[in-house]
């Protein structure tokens, strides 16, 4: 996806009846990269970083030298698998990356020839309050999340979400939020951040 989806009231968004779910992604491919001088580590400028984290929200850390890796919400995999965060530069190793919001570069510690590196970039899926939306055999993956959101929130009265799956998620994969009579069934939740689901001031799920 380049943008959230905005399902309207009573819509039904379904993958195939057979065989393995849709799949809806946040994430970007990386390219143009470019050796930096000596070191072992390359950088690009593709994929677009957002501006310099702040400190907002409610107690964490975010900006400066003190900042906890997890609130960063862009992730980095390289051939499919994780790459960890590192906070300096210098720390940039095999398996790692560092991101300088500054400059927009982000710097990995293998090298990218030939190889694909995504990361996750759109912050959700859905986020929707429609009333009588279902949501049926979609796997979401990899949405650069915040902390306490989540790649799909769903709000509405009536709503189901069954045989989809949330995988590989900056923070939260579902959550349900201020819905009434959700119905949320035979569901996969996989390698989520912080939460597979969320469940907040919701009643009759």
């Excluded at 530069?89 to 990356?97: E, K, N, R, Y």
């Amino acid at each position: 996806l380049t943008s959230r989806l905005n399902p309207k009231r009573g819509q039904t968004l379904s993958g195939p009846s057979s065989g393995p779910p849709a799949i809806t992604t946040g994430d970007v491919t990386l390219n143009g990269w470019v050796k930096d001088g000596s070191a072992a580590r390359w950088y690009t400028t593709s994929g677009g970083l957002p501006p310099a984290y702040t400190d907002t929200g409610q107690c964490e850390i975010i900006a400066g030298t003190n900042a906890n890796s997890c609130q960063k919400r862009e992730q980095v995999w390289l051939d499919g698998a994780h790459l960890d965060r590192v906070m300096t530069l210098d720390q940039v190793a095999p398996g790692t990356f560092y991101q300088d919001y500054a400059t927009g570069r982000t710097y990995v510690g293998t090298d990218p020839s030939a190889r694909l590196v995504e990361m996750s970039k759109l912050a959700d899926a859905i986020n929707s309050n429609a009333p009588g939306l279902k949501l049926r055999r979609l796997r979401f993956q990899r949405f650069a999340s915040a902390g306490q959101a989540a790649a799909v929130v769903l709000s509405g009265q009536d709503i189901e979400v069954s045989f989809c799956r949330f995988t590989e998620n900056h923070a939260i994969g579902l959550h349900i939020t201020l819905a009434h009579r959700a119905w949320i069934h035979h569901n996969v939740f996989h390698r989520n951040g912080q939460l597979g689901m969320g469940h907040h001031r919701s009643h009759n799920t």
